[in-house]
């Protein structure tokens, strides 16, 4: 089994940072890939951002320019850096990760969530 823990999220005001942090344990050959998506009341998840075991990023228009997402590969941990957030980022990040839990055998787990306000 593969446990994600998220933490990091918080009441922020408008135009301000937050630093969310995701580390995966358990049992895990490897990750090949690690993101970020968020959900906001009402509405469906959605990506934010997402990156690679080789380190390729993928980014929502919404975001780019002021957020960054950035992985310590040998723990396992992703981040998401978040600058000048604005009221509409408000929603609970989740953390995923493309988990190969053997050589042959991949999975997806996501973390509990946390919840980033921006609010002022």
């Known amino acids: 089994q593969v446990q994600l823990v998220e933490s990091g999220g918080g009441l922020v005001q408008p135009g301000g940072t937050l630093r969310l942090s995701c580390a995966a344990s358990g049992s895990i050959f490897s990750i090949a890939a690690m993101g970020w998506y968020r959900q906001a009341p009402g509405k469906q998840r959605e990506l934010v951002a997402t990156i690679t075991d080789s380190g390729s990023t993928n980014y929502a228009d919404s975001v780019k320019g002021r957020f960054t997402i950035s992985t310590v590969n040998a723990k396992n941990t992703v981040y998401l850096q978040m600058n000048s957030l604005k009221p509409e980022d408000t929603a609970d990040y989740y953390c995923?990760?493309?988990?190969?839990?053997?050589?042959?055998?991949?999975?997806?787990?996501w973390g509990q969530g946390t919840q980033v306000t921006v609010s002022s």
């Open positions: 995923n990760a493309d988990v190969l839990i053997t050589q042959w055998v991949r999975r997806d787990y």
